[in-house]
């Protein structure tokens, strides 16, 4: 525990120097631009297994319980509207790759944060259409995972809740609560899975394993806490109200913004973590350490 705190501490101060509330605005603008597309591609793909409406309405269900149901009925509508313009548009190869674009632009700038978190960057002769195309093609595969991810999760939830309503039946009452508990060390590993997938992918840094797992079960749970949190200032506070017609989307902003202070805090443990353990990091072929570099 007590390396622990020497570690939080450390990534705390680097954390507050690197502007972390610039960097999560920037990720929050390129994702209500890209939420419609993303959100199609993986309902495209989790529906082929529990159909579109069973998918929509567990992320409806998901982002009502985070910033409440009004700004879940955006998202719906969102959705709603870009299958219309699917279906005249985006039937063509043109609209397909305007669809793909749309979905990794918020990933790619994502990708972008986290470099300077990591303080990495990008070598000038790397740049150019081989590195747009390699940028695109990880944030895609990310985007793949989540799909992959959420079907798990949606597979797991749905047998966790009837095995739970068998338990109220024909089991004493404690054992609900230990299902409880289960349940939300599901979700808690799920999120972690996802959160490694993007320290590992999306930065221009190589890092182990055994770093990557420690930072990103450290996110996970600041998630989760942040979840319950958010969703009770949400629920109390009504930031939104002051906006009127365009309140849901500053909710929405709001909830990406504070997403992403978590897991540039996130990131920034793990890379602390592998610095106080000496543990294997350095960047990848097409990018070096910026001006602060690894262990400063």
């Excluded at 009452?173 to 999306?202: D, N, P």
Aim: glycine share 6%; with cysteine.
């Amino acid at each position: 525990m007590r390396d622990f705190f020497k570690v939080l501490k450390r990534a705390v101060v680097e954390y507050i120097d690197d502007e972390p509330f610039d960097l999560s605005a920037i990720v929050a603008f390129y994702a209500i631009f890209s939420l419609p597309a993303l959100l199609i591609i993986v309902i495209s793909l989790v529906g082929y297994v529990f159909g579109h409406d069973a998918v929509e309405g567990e992320i409806e269900a998901q982002i009502s319980e985070a910033i409440g149901q009004e700004a879940a009925v955006q998202v719906q509508t969102m959705i709603a509207n870009a299958y219309e313009d699917e279906n005249t548009k985006l039937m063509t190869i043109i609209g397909i790759a305007v669809l793909l674009f749309g979905a990794t632009s918020v990933l790619v700038s994502l990708q972008r944060s986290l470099n300077r978190v990591w303080w990495v960057r990008t070598k000038k002769e790397s740049t150019g259409v081989k590195k747009i195309a390699r940028d695109r093609i990880a944030s895609f595969g990310i985007i793949l995972a989540i799909g992959f991810l959420l079907l798990i999760s949606l597979l797991v939830t749905a047998g966790l809740s009837a095995l739970g309503s068998w338990v109220r039946q024909a089991l004493p009452t404690s054992l609900y609560y230990f299902f409880y508990v289960l349940h939300f060390v599901v979700s808690l590993t799920f999120i972690a899975v996802l959160f490694s997938l993007l320290f590992k992918f999306l930065p221009d840094v190589r890092v182990q394993w055994k770093s990557l797992w420690k930072g990103a079960l450290f996110t996970s749970f600041l998630f989760m806490i942040g979840k319950f949190a958010m969703g009770i200032y949400f629920g109390n506070m009504d930031p939104a109200s002051s906006y009127g017609a365009a309140g849901s989307v500053i909710l929405i902003l709001l909830w990406v913004n504070y997403s992403c202070l978590i897991l540039f805090l996130g990131a920034k443990f793990t890379k602390k973590y592998a610095e106080y353990h000496h543990h294997y990091v350095e960047p990848k072929p097409h990018a070096e350490w910026s001006a602060h570099g690894f262990g400063a």
